[in-house]
């Protein structure tokens, strides 16, 4: 067990010096990372969160939330019933 967790600690080890080494000069002389698909991706990811954020500061809930908007009558009923007891 000890190998495996020292082995999967040399592996992140090694990604880490991997993007130290490429990604990072490669972007602070200007160059694109990403393809221009995963630029795409990124930016609309990047304003899903900003609208994300806003929609929480608002207080608003949003439709994935799986909130309904009128509670089953059934649950209802049942949560009621056990609240009682």
């Known amino acids: 067990m000890v190998a495996l967790i020292l082995g999967m600690l040399i592996c992140v080890g090694l990604a880490l010096a991997v993007v130290a080494l490429v990604a990072v000069p490669a ?8 393809t221009p698909k995963g630029e795409d991706v990124v930016t609309a990811l990047k304003e899903r969160q900003q609208a994300a954020r ?10 994935d939330d799986g909130a309904d908007a009128e509670p089953d009558p059934e649950t209802s009923a049942a949560a009621d ?5």
């Open 81 to 85: 019933a056990g609240a009682r007891s």
């Open 54 to 63: 806003q929609r929480l500061e608002r207080g608003e809930r949003s439709e």
């Open 27 to 34: 972007r602070r002389d200007g160059r694109d990372i990403l």
